[in-house]
Each structure stands twice: as structure tokens, then as C-alpha cells.
């Protein structure tokens, strides 16, 4: 049988968007990041996002599961591959690296599919200063006690750690006005806050000055 490959073809048959998109989800620690991008998953928006796995040498939280969660790696590893030039942007955040892969962003792509990413606020600076036309969204929580008391409620940090991403939160914040679109993540509001981001996407996708991304 003559298999001729469909260029730009997703799973399921469906167009992807002429263009798709390198979209960065930014925010303190504790403002529901993951949740918000479990939910946007859920709405299955077709093609289906990609979210892409990052690196980093944190050290692996109860429930995390490795290639999915983040890829997690030794400070040794993670120098590598970054001197190898596989990452596009690598950063210290609370005091551990993290990196985005060059091959997760690139395969998105290559399918048609617009590329989630999960990243602080210099990694984010550091990608619109690669890629212009990157779609940047900062979620915002309602107030500064709500964001403290989530964090604190998820023990997933020691009190130090704790310290530390409550200070960087304030610092996080400040720099909101970077963004293209700025999101509040208000409570018990998951899939609102999903749906307005899926909106923002669906309004840029259709953009007419929007150009193919390449990293
Ligand atoms: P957490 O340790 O809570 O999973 O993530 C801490 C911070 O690192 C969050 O702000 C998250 O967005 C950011 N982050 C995760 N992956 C990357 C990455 O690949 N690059 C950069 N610059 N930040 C990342």
C-alpha cells in the first residue's frame, strides 16, 4: 500500500493551526500553574497542546513521576546537556536549575501542536528574546495570603524553602507587566481561569501577522 506521509498531518486527521505557537505559563510558586494546565489539557482543544517536560535538578517531590512530571537530573547531567547546548534557556530558580529542551519545543512544533511551557519569569524573558512572537500568560493569585496559604498547604517544602519562594513570589509579581496577557487565578476557579487562557490562545492562533516559530 503506497503510505505517503501527509505533511502537517496531527493524530486524528486535524489541521493544526498554520501556525502554532510557543506559549509560556508563568507565575509564583503555589498560584495552581500545573492545575491550570491539567485543566487547559482536559478541554481538548484540537490539535491537544503539548505540554513540554523541562529539566531540573530539584529533588523529586512525593507523586512526581520522572519524564513527566519534570526530567530530573543530577547538577552534573544538567551542566551537560546545557553545555551540549540542548536547552533553550536554562535558569536557577529557588536555588535548583532548570531548563526547557530544545527537542520537546521542536517536536511540538514539527506536529502542528502549540507548545505549553511551564517556566519563571527570566526563562520567559529569555524565550521572547529568542522567539519574539511567543505567546506569554502570567497568572496572578487573588492576593498574596491566598498564594502563601496554598503553598504552605501542599507541604511539599521545608519552612527554608518555604522562606524562599514566598520572598521570590513579591519579585515574580513585579515583573508581570513583561507579559502579553495577565491572568487571575482566582479561587476554586480552575477551569474558568483554563478557559480564559484557552480563549487568549484561540485569539492569537487566529492573529493574520502570525509567522511559523522556529527555535
Ligand atoms: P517547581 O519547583 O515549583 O516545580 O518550579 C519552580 C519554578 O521553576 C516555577 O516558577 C516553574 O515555572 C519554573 N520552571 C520549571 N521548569 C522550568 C524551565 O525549564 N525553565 C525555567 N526557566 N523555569 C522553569
Redesign the pocket.
Known amino acids: 500500500m503506497n503510505s505517503t506521509p501527509t505533511v502537517g498531518a496531527v493524530p486524528g486527521d486535524e489541521p493544526g493551526p498554520p501556525h502554532p505557537m510557543l506559549v509560556i505559563i508563568?507565575g509564583p510558586?503555589g498560584v495552581g500553574?500545573d492545575t491550570i494546565i491539567a485543566a487547559l489539557q482536559e478541554r481538548r482543544h484540537l490539535p491537544p497542546y503539548h505540554y513540554v517536560v523541562?529539566?531540573?535538578t530539584?529533588a523529586r517531590r512525593h507523586g512526581e513521576i520522572d519524564a513527566v512530571s519534570?526530567n530530573f537530573l543530577t547538577v552534573e547531567q544538567f551542566l551537560a546537556i546545557r553545555d551540549a547546548g540542548e536547552l533553550l534557556?536554562?535558569?536557577e530558580?529557588?536555588g535548583?536549575w532548570?531548563?526547557?529542551p530544545r527537542a520537546g519545543v521542536r517536536s511540538a512544533l514539527a506536529r502542528r501542536q502549540h507548545a505549553i511551557?511551564?517556566?519563571?519569569v527570566?526563562?520567559a524573558q529569555v524565550i521572547k528574546g529568542l522567539v519574539p512572537d511567543a505567546l506569554l500568560i502570567f497568572v496572578v493569585p487573588p492576593s498574596l495570603e491566598t498564594l502563601f496559604h496554598h503553598l504552605r498547604d501542599r507541604r511539599t517544602e521545608s519552612d527554608e524553602q518555604l522562606e524562599v519562594r514566598q520572598r521570590n513570589a513579591a519579585i515574580e509579581l513585579a515583573r508581570k507587566d513583561d507579559y502579553d496577557y495577565v491572568v487571575l487565578n482566582e479561587e476554586d476557579r480552575v477551569d474558568h481561569t483554563a478557559e480564559r487562557i484557552e480563549a487568549i490562545i484561540t485569539h492569537e492562533e487566529r492573529r493574520e501577522s502570525r509567522r511559523p516559530v522556529t527555535v
Not at 511551557?117 to 519563571?120: A, Q, T
Open positions: 508563568s510558586s500553574k523541562t529539566c531540573t530539584r519534570y534557556e536554562a535558569n530558580v529557588h535548583n532548570y531548563g526547557t511551557l511551564k517556566i519563571d527570566q526563562g
